[in-house]
Nanobody, 127 residues
Framework: QVQLVESGGGSVQSGGSLRLSCQAS????????KGWFRQAPGKEREGVAA???????TYGDSVKDRFTISQDNAKNTMYLKMNNLKPEDPAMYYC?????????????????????WGQGTQVTVSS
């Protein structure tokens, strides 16, 4: 059974930084994508960043140049370093992994690519 556990969320002031971690168990990172998503109350789940096992990455426009996704395959862990956090960044942040092949038309930042999700970690930004 695949399990994903996020950690590292919390409350920071605007302009501050956090690093989220996603520990996977029951799953070995394979030749697919892994991603970070966020969802604020009343809003759709939004793709933030995604990374392929080959190291290729992609980012949402609102977080480019501020957030960095990375992975440590030996530890089955994925990270999201968030710098210069802004008032629009607060949300529940989720990690997700793809363990089955999907249509290449489904973008890496689309929630429909992923079939396993963590429970989320809350990020709050105060001004």
């Amino acid at each position: 059974q695949v399990q994903l556990v996020e950690s590292g969320g919390g409350s920071v002031q605007s302009g501050g930084s956090l690093r989220l971690s996603c520990q996977a168990s029951g799953y070995t990172y394979s030749n697919h994508w892994k991603g970070w998503f966020r969802q604020a109350p009343g809003k759709e789940r939004e793709g933030v960043a995604a990374i392929h096992n080959d190291g290729n990455t992609t980012y949402g426009d609102s977080v480019k140049d501020r957030f960095t996704i990375s992975q440590d395959n030996a530890k089955n862990t994925m990270y999201l370093k968030m710098n210069n956090l802004k008032p629009e960044d607060p949300a529940m942040y989720y990690c997700a992994v793809q363990t089955m092949s999907t249509s290449p038309n489904v973008q890496p930042l689309s929630k429909f690519r992923y079939n396993y999700w963590g429970q989320g970690t809350q990020v709050t930004v105060s001004s």
